[in-house]
């Protein structure tokens, strides 16, 4: 392809993206809601005005690390300390039921497939993908209502923050085990190396941008340097570990997340997130979104996907939350409060595709998840929360939080 046809591709990419992502924002609806359905009608489904070239693919590569990286950087690793065993609890239960559960529909749908099977993990890749939150939709009507920082509102933040951490950890592992030629053994063994050595080169890192965060704050040196690290751990944990290249990225946000300048970075970064890189991942996803092959079964399959990934958010979330000694009224706001998907379940659905583990058919399940999640969830968090306002944390409670 000639370098002027790229350009004209971008160019209506990111217009029309950017147009039905205001569009979609003037709705109370996801901006990236917009831009999906851009790259939908652009893409081969409707219009076929661009085709998903090597080059757009590579682009939004790039997109998805990114925005992987601003994630791990707008992490507080702090507060989510602080939190203690009641989030990180409440996040497991929300991540396993989700998994279990979209696992079980798959095979409800194409028949129970043999443990080990390509097929098996095609199903627990559904799940996986339920297993995401999205919190931004969530935070927005807590703000709106004045109860983010209330004990509530500070258990959903920080469980949906711990749910995306573990969600990395299982994508990592599915795609491991996905490897026909991976043994188990070494699947669980590259991922702990991963991680350990995460760790370690992680403090060396956090120590050397802290130096350089004091001694050169508020400079583009440090962004760069940062992308370096983003680039660097995402290639690593592919190339020598066989771990999602988004793990790597996210885990890199992680590092960084405590020095002086990291909300910089992000907003350094963001400008190229959302000019152009947000736009093209999000567009990509429409773009690769196949509806020829849409039928019945495929549209009983998306409603289905997305009633179960609701309940089991709530069941998984809320259950738990009773176990904790919430009220049940309160622990249904904590389960429906974790029920919205967004960014996450997009960049898990992407990866599977790019592997194998997804047909592009499914992007559709995927995106009509994020729409009702994004409506049902901040109008249904309203109506609980009139119906049963807060009470005052008691001593009890704000001991064990």
Same mark, same amino acid.
Request: hydrophobic share 55%; net charge neutral; proline share 4%.
């Given at each position: 392809?000639?370098?002027?046809?790229?350009?004209?591709?971008?160019?209506?990419?990111?217009?029309? @993206?950017?147009?039905?992502?205001?569009?979609?924002?003037?709705?109370?609806?996801?901006?990236?809601? $917009?831009?999906?359905?851009?790259?939908?009608?652009?893409?081969?489904?409707?219009? $076929?005005?661009?085709?998903?070239?090597?080059?757009?693919?590579q682009?939004?590569e790039?997109?998805?690390?990114?925005?992987?990286?601003?994630?791990?950087?707008?992490?507080?690793?702090?507060?989510?300390?602080?939190?203690?065993?009641k989030?990180?609890?409440? @996040?497991?239960?929300?991540?396993?039921?989700?998994?279990?559960?979209?696992?079980?529909?798959?095979?409800?749908?194409?028949?129970?497939?043999?443990?080990?099977?390509?097929?098996?993990?095609?199903?627990?890749?559904?799940?996986?993908?339920?297993?995401?939150?999205s919190?931004?939709?969530?935070?927005?009507?807590?703000?709106?209502?004045?109860?983010?920082?209330?004990?509530?509102g500070?258990?959903?933040l920080?469980?949906?923050?711990? *749910? *995306?951490?573990?969600?990395?950890?299982?994508?990592?592992?599915?795609? $491991?085990?996905?490897?026909?030629?991976?043994?188990?053994?070494?699947?669980?063994?590259?991922?702990?190396?991963?991680?350990?050595?995460?760790?370690?080169?992680?403090?060396c890192?956090y120590?050397?941008?802290?130096?350089?965060?004091?001694?050169?704050p508020?400079?583009?040196?440090?962004?760069?340097?940062?992308?370096?690290?983003?680039?660097?751990?995402?290639?690593?944990?592919?190339?020598?570990?066989?771990?999602?290249?988004?793990?790597?990225?996210?885990?890199?946000?992680?590092?960084?997340?405590?020095?002086?300048?990291?909300?910089?970075?992000?907003?350094?970064?963001?400008?190229?997130?959302?000019?152009?890189f947000?736009?093209?991942?999000? @567009?990509?996803?429409?773009?690769?979104?196949?509806?020829?092959?849409?039928?019945l079964?495929?549209?009983?399959?998306?409603?289905?996907?997305?009633?179960v990934?609701?309940?089991?958010?709530?069941?998984g979330?809320?259950?738990?939350?009773?176990?904790?000694?919430?009220?049940?009224?309160?622990?249904?706001k904590?389960?429906?409060?974790?029920?919205?998907?967004?960014?996450?379940?997009?960049?898990?659905?992407q990866?599977?595709?790019?592997?194998?583990l997804?047909?592009?058919?499914?992007?559709?399940?995927?995106?009509?998840?994020?729409?009702?999640?994004?409506?049902?969830?901040?109008?249904t968090?309203?109506?609980?929360?009139?119906?049963?306002?807060?009470?005052? @944390?008691?001593?009890?409670?704000?001991?064990?939080?």
């Open positions: 392809m000639e370098t002027y046809e790229i350009c004209k591709d971008l160019a209506i990419i990111i217009v029309f @993206a950017k147009a039905f992502g205001l569009i979609a924002r003037k709705c109370k609806a996801p901006q990236v809601v $917009g831009e999906i359905i851009a790259g939908l009608i652009l893409g081969p489904a409707l219009l $076929g005005w661009v085709e998903i070239t090597p080059f757009i693919s682009m939004a790039i997109g998805v690390l990114l925005l992987m990286f601003c994630a791990g950087l707008e992490t507080n690793l702090k507060d989510l300390i602080k939190t203690g065993p989030a990180l609890a409440i @996040a497991c239960s929300g991540v396993f039921v989700p998994l279990a559960g979209g696992t079980l529909l798959y095979m409800l749908f194409y028949g129970f497939a043999k443990i080990g099977s390509p097929e098996f993990f095609r199903a627990l890749f559904i799940g996986t993908i339920m297993t995401a939150t919190v931004s939709i969530t935070v927005e009507a807590l703000r709106e209502m004045g109860v983010l920082k209330g004990e509530l500070t258990t959903i920080n469980a949906a923050i711990i *749910d *995306d951490v573990i969600g990395m950890i299982v994508l990592t592992v599915v795609v $491991g085990f996905n490897d026909p030629t991976a043994m188990p053994l070494r699947v669980v063994r590259n991922t702990a190396i991963f991680f350990v050595l995460a760790l370690i080169v992680g403090y890192a120590k050397v941008f802290k130096k350089i965060d004091q001694k050169y508020h400079t583009r040196r440090i962004t760069i340097a940062g992308l370096a690290l983003c680039l660097a751990l995402a290639y690593i944990a592919e190339k020598y570990f066989g771990i999602a290249d988004i793990t790597g990225a996210y885990v890199a946000g992680l590092i960084l997340c405590n020095i002086h300048d990291s909300d910089y970075i992000a907003r350094r970064l963001d400008i190229n997130s959302y000019i152009m947000g736009p093209i991942f999000f @567009a990509s996803i429409g773009l690769k979104t196949d509806i020829k092959d849409f039928n079964s495929i549209l009983w399959f998306s409603l289905a996907f997305v009633a990934a609701l309940i089991t958010k709530i069941i979330c809320g259950l738990m939350a009773m176990l904790l000694k919430y009220p049940p009224k309160h622990a249904l904590i389960g429906v409060g974790m029920m919205t998907r967004g960014e996450v379940a997009l960049i898990v659905s990866k599977g595709l790019a592997v194998g997804l047909d592009p058919v499914y992007f559709t399940s995927v995106i009509l998840l994020i729409i009702v999640s994004s409506i049902l969830t901040p109008i968090l309203k109506l609980l929360y009139h119906a049963f306002p807060e009470e005052p @944390a008691k001593p009890a409670a704000e001991e064990a939080s």
